[in-house]
């Protein structure tokens, strides 16, 4: 299956999607990954202060962040990542090597500023 999903977009887990696609051994193809709401949108500034505080503290970019967090949902949810830019490519292909700790899945998953523009239909991205 393929579905919009990210850390601003989790309709999948709302529906109840996500645990099927895991018991089943059905891959669950994430895009919009990294941009979120803003879709096709060009890269803008992150705005999501958790997302700005876990890249830096793994020297990161946040749209690595974006996709270590989608990439640990399980082995059956790779992500989809768009890029014109080789350079933003070698940064996306990196991030399956982030290695987020125990507690920064828990801090991205809670509400905080990234809920609030992607209420505001602003979704988040920075690639």
């Known amino acids: 299956m393929r579905n919009s999903y ?7 887990e709302e529906s109840g999607l996500m645990d ?29 202060a958790r997302v700005r505080r876990v890249a830096r503290a793994h020297g990161a970019t946040p749209a690595q962040v974006r996709l270590a ?17 080789p350079a933003h490519l070698t940064q996306n292909l990196a991030a399956g090597a982030l290695r987020l700790t125990r507690e920064e899945p828990a801090a991205l998953d809670g ?10 239909g602003c979704g988040a991205a920075a690639a």
């Open 6 to 12: 990210g850390l601003d977009l989790r309709r999948a």
């Open 20 to 48: 099927p696609c895991r018991e089943r051994g059905i891959a669950f193809v994430a895009y919009f990954a990294v941009c979120g709401l803003r879709r096709e949108a060009a890269a803008g500034q992150e705005h999501d």
């Open 69 to 85: 967090w989608t990439l640990r949902r399980g082995p059956h949810v790779p992500a989809i990542f768009g890029t014109a830019n």
């Open 111 to 120: 509400p905080g500023q990234g809920a609030a523009w992607a209420a505001a």
